[in-house]
């Protein structure tokens, strides 16, 4: 039976300093954080904040300078790249903005491939393509490449091959940034639609409309969480689903 006490994803003293052409950016600066399992997390917070950086330190795309990251109880100090590399087709899903799909693969290619690496039989990847791209209403664009697809499609697409091996924890970075407000309703409703039957997922947003459907809000600024929703001692309000209904096209 899952183990729900243990937060699905804990970081503590997260510190990461970029260093690029110009003066060091400090991007995060000593950030401590617990996901219940089940919980909607949305982090907002202005350009330049780090909330980018956290979600890729918390992703294993980038290490941090100090800190630990606990996922499922597991502490992930020293993981190797291929640790992260098979925490990520696992345990971690990851949607970013652009959509990260293999632009020469074909919408049904692009789902199944984290399946099959993740040693997943043909035919079974294939039965959960296809019941996640019916889920997402792209049934009968399974042989279309992924130019030939609209952006809200694509986004569906990211959402499906980031889910299609049961990972326990989404994270999503951005994942309407770069569409229209029908297609920012689009993914805020499957994102909430899949949180309601019981994904973990950590969200960054500028939308706060998007922001409003989580469970808890984190203020992400300078590097540094200045507020969280959480820590005020209220309980969940369960505002999430509500928002979601007021969404209309
Ligand atoms: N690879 C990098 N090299 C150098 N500096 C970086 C790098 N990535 C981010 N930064 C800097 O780190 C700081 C935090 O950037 P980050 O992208 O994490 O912020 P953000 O809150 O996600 O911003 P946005 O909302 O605009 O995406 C910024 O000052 C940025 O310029």
């Known amino acids: ?16 300093t970029h260093h690029g052409e110009g003066a060091p950016a400090h991007a995060v600066r000593g950030v401590d954080l617990c996901v219940r399992q089940g919980e909607f997390v949305a982090v907002t917070g202005p ?33 190797s790249e291929a640790q992260w590399a098979v925490a990520r087709r696992r345990r971690i899903g990851v949607v970013f903005q652009f959509f990260n799909l293999v632009s020469n693969l074909s919408v049904a290619d692009n789902v199944e491939l984290p399946a099959l690496l993740a040693g997943v039989s043909p035919k079974r990847a294939r039965a959960e393509r296809e019941e996640l791209l019916a889920e997402l209403g792209l049934t009968g664009k399974e042989r279309s490449m992924p130019g030939e697809l609209s952006g809200g499609e694509q986004q569906r697409v990211a959402l ?26 689009e993914v805020t409703r499957l994102l ?12 960054v947003t500028h939308d706060a409309r998007m922001a409003s459907t989580a469970d808890r809000v984190i203020s992400f600024f300078d590097g540094r969480i200045a507020d969280d929703a959480a820590l005020d001692g209220t309980p969940s309000p369960g505002k999430g689903i509500s928002a979601v209904l007021e969404l209309k096209d």
């Open 192 to 203: 909430s639609r899949f949180h309601q039957r019981g994904q973990t997922i950590l969200l």
């Open 1 to 16: 039976m899952k183990d729900t006490a243990t937060p699905a994803l804990r970081a503590e003293s997260l510190v990461k």
């Open 160 to 185: 499906a091959r980031a889910l299609v091996n049961h990972p326990p924890l989404l994270l999503a970075d951005e994942p309407a940034g770069s569409l229209d407000s029908k297609g920012t309703r």
């Open 47 to 79: 350009s330049g904040a780090g909330k980018s950086t956290l979600l890729h330190l918390l992703g294993g795309l980038q290490r941090p300078d100090s800190g630990s990251i606990w996922l499922d109880g597991v502490c992930t100090d020293g993981y």
